[in-house]
């Protein structure tokens, strides 16, 4: 049994508590999910202000006594630049461990055919972006993910953003 998937950015979420430093948005089940997917949930999205970040954590109900299976990830979206006088191409993704380069091809957004390796990542386990890295595939998604943790880094003035993924085995880039 397949089961399509549900893109939660085409669905509403209803906020269910929202406090100073956190909301937690929930999506429930309804007659287009269900076309998709039929089974009896709520998604939950919380997001959390820390003090020098943010968390988010996805959490998922089943609401019925069926076996339910799921998967789920999250895409956080950034502008680039983020500094004034900033360009898209004075960043780098830089990885926390040594990586193979290997990027799973994913053309027009479809389904993954082939694969091949990025070798600024094998060799210096970075990602310099470029338009031309996503002008050339639609994103850069690495499967055999040594890294449970980038930094998206201005080469330039050192400032960014690290992101951690402790459970999560795959990361996909897409400009």
Known sequence: ISYRLISADHVDFKPVKIGSDFVDMVLEPSDETR????????????HVL????????LLIENLSDKTMPFC???HPGFALPMEDGAKFEDYDVVFSERENGVNSLASGGGCIGGT???????DKGILSLEHEIFDERDAVILTELNSRSVKLI???TGKGILFEFPKMEVLGIWS
Do not use: A, C, S
């Open 50 to 57: 820390l003090e020098k970040g943010f968390r988010t954590t």
């Open 116 to 122: 091949e390796v990025l070798e600024q990542i094998r």
């Open 72 to 74: 789920t990830g999250g």
């Open 154 to 156: 201005n080469r330039k």
């Open 35 to 46: 076309k998709m997917y039929p089974f009896d949930f709520k998604l939950h999205v919380i």
